[in-house]
């Protein structure tokens, strides 16, 4: 399979996580995963787009990338804001921690993505932005 990839734009809006989540698993559709590989992918896309929304931009509609590229059998899907940043990329990723208890947020958003795909990298700078790396191989069958 030779590589392909697709890069969309949306508002940061909570009504987009559904649209992000399904756009990504069509995407992933030529890789033939199964239907659990694919309930863990829109899984893990829709934490990521969450986390953008709750608490990259913090009650401002701001713009989230979407892009996603296919590497033989290895899905890699970049999830990034151009929000307020993390302060503490390690801290914010202890299961449980969250900015935002009032909202009754969990703190488990990172620990989802983690459990779901192969490899999650957070990138983050305060006052700039957030880019979450997540990466999954799809086993041919």
Do not use: W
């Not at 987009?16 to 033939?32: G, M, P, Y």
């Not at 296919?70 to 302060?87: A, H, L, P, S």
């Amino acid at each position: 399979m030779q590589n392909n990839y697709v890069i969309f734009k949306i508002p940061s809006l909570s009504i987009n996580e559904s649209f992000a989540r399904s756009a990504v698993a069509a995407f992933c559709s030529i890789l033939n995963p199964t239907i659990g590989e694919i309930n863990d992918i829109k899984t893990a896309v829709s934490e990521a787009v969450t986390n953008a929304v709750i608490h990259g931009y913090e009650n401002i509609v701001g713009e989230i990338e979407i892009s996603c590229r296919i590497k033989g059998q290895v899905v890699e899907i970049i999830i990034e804001d151009y929000g307020c940043g993390i302060m503490d990329v390690e801290k914010a990723k202890e299961p449980l921690y969250t900015t935002k208890p009032e909202l009754e947020r969990s703190g488990m958003g990172f620990a989802v993505m983690e459990s779901y795909m192969d490899e999650v990298v957070v990138l983050s700078e305060k006052e700039v932005g957030t880019k979450v790396i997540m990466r999954k191989k799809i086993n041919e069958k």
